[in-house]
């Protein structure tokens, strides 16, 4: 079991930053990479970007691409995603998310989840 823990996100302002932190915790090393997705209201969940724990390996959604960065430290056991040049269309509840491979982008190749955080971007 992998345990998840988001802090960050909030509120910002379009042309904002905002920054996550995804702490996790428990068998960690079953884990190979970490994901970020979100759901916005009344919309599928999305992938974001993942980044492997080994190389660090970075996979970005093309909405995101050039405004986020994804990055880790794997002494912490913690990812981080940095949020720029925020746009509205950035709102929604973000997840991190443990899978057992790098490189996967569907959300059903993940298997533990953390509780969800709320970004809310005004323009």
């Known amino acids: 079991q992998v345990h998840l823990v988001e802090t960050g996100g909030g509120l910002g302002q379009a042309g904002g930053s905002l920054r996550f932190s995804c702490v996790a915790s428990?068998?960690?090393?079953?884990?190979?990479?970490m994901g970020w997705f979100r759901q916005a209201p009344g919309k599928e969940r999305e992938f974001v970007t993942q980044?492997?724990?080994?190389?660090?390996?970075?996979y970005y959604a093309n909405s995101v691409k050039g405004r986020f960065t994804s990055s880790r430290d794997n002494a912490k056991n913690t990812v981080y995603l940095q949020m720029n040049s925020l746009k509205p269309e950035d709102t929604g509840v973000y997840y991190c998310?443990?899978?057992?491979?790098?490189?996967?982008?569907?959300?059903?190749?993940?298997?533990?989840w953390g509780q969800g955080t709320q970004v809310t971007v005004s323009s």
């Open positions: 998310a443990a899978a057992r491979q790098s490189g996967l982008r569907d959300r059903s190749d993940y298997d533990y």
């Open positions: 428990g068998r960690t090393l079953s884990s190979a990479a």
């Open positions: 980044i492997s724990w080994r190389a660090g390996s970075t």
